[in-house]
């Protein structure tokens, strides 16, 4: 059985080329964005900021999809990792790319503008987040620390005072090793997190955990307001949402992968039919209809203008 990392030594690179995407279009109206084709190495987040912009967070910026076409950034160009968009811009870790005067790692950091600036929140200069979710509107940091030292303990933490302070909490109830963590928009005591042995829920905190599935190889965990998203693998990849309030479970239609699974997804906040996923392998799809029909955006590492086609 295949088993899927986001991080470590043997995360799959989600290493694509976004090749001829934005050519013949008009150039962006501002300077910090322009129409780009090149190659794009390891992915770790996407997300929809700024309203209708999708963007993925790569190891050097952001690529932005725009009315079907992608774009780069041209300042900033840092290797973001955890990368969670919010209702006013995003959050994220990660390394300073060549242009950026961030010290490294970059710590947590802010940005309002698309990334054009960033804002520091915690412990720049001293850790870099893999495992990073913030809540979409109450912006509750959740962190997991991997590599304990003297300024943060290994484990799970949280801040809710946006980074100003940080206390340990127990997550006990949790098994096998966290692959991704995700904060519920408003409540910040609701966090979810997938692990290589299911996934599991927490309504305190994190201080206790409850397994919501115990199918193995979780690989996303993802809220809205009434509901939580969530990824597994056992033969073939699944996308499964719960119902917060009713307790149910609906699996939602995804293109079929081989051997390969969803390592990131999103969906729009006002507009929760639609949504993106993207695989460990490079492939990236767009629906607008919850499912029923997806766009292929992303074919084994090249980058197409987002058509509207049926791809089940």
Request: charged letters at 25%; hydrophobic letters at 35%; proline letters at 3%.
């Amino acid at each position: 059985m295949m088993i899927f990392r986001k991080v470590g030594a043997v995360f799959f690179s989600a290493t694509f080329l976004l090749a001829a995407c934005g050519q013949g279009e008009e150039e962006s109206s501002t300077s910090y964005r322009e129409p780009f084709e090149g190659k794009v190495e390891h992915v770790h987040g996407v997300g929809f900021v700024g309203g209708d912009d999708l963007a993925l967070a790569a190891h050097d910026g952001l690529k932005f999809y725009s009315d079907g076409n992608c774009q780069r950034t041209t300042s900033e160009n840092n290797d973001y990792m955890g990368f969670n968009a919010v209702d006013n811009g995003f959050y994220t870790s990660g390394h300073p790319g060549k242009d950026s005067p961030l010290p490294n790692p970059i710590g947590i950091q802010k940005s309002n503008d698309l990334g054009q600036n960033l804002d520091a929140v915690a412990f720049e200069g001293e850790f870099d987040f893999h495992l990073m979710g913030v809540g979409y509107e109450n912006h509750a940091i959740y962190i997991w620390n991997e590599h304990g030292n003297e300024a943060l303990e290994e484990g799970l933490h949280k801040s809710l005072d946006e980074g100003k302070s940080f206390e340990a909490v127990e997550s006990s109830g949790v098994k096998g090793e966290i692959k991704d963590l995700a904060v519920h928009p408003t409540n910040e005591e609701m966090i979810a997190v997938a692990t290589k042995q299911g996934i599991f829920l927490s309504e305190d905190g994190g201080q206790t955990f409850d397994a919501l599935s115990e199918k193995p190889n979780g690989t996303f965990v993802y809220f809205k307001e009434d509901t939580l998203t969530y990824g597994t693998f056992d033969s073939q990849a699944h996308v499964i949402r719960y119902a917060i309030e009713d307790q149910s479970f609906e699996e939602i239609a995804i293109p079929k992968f081989e051997q390969d699974a969803v390592a990131y997804f999103s969906s729009d906040p006002e507009e929760e039919n639609r949504m993106m996923i993207f695989s460990f392998k490079n492939d990236g799809y767009y629906t607008e209809n919850g499912g029923k029909n997806w766009s292929k955006i992303v074919d084994q590492g090249k980058s197409e203008r987002i058509k509207r086609e049926d791809n089940h």
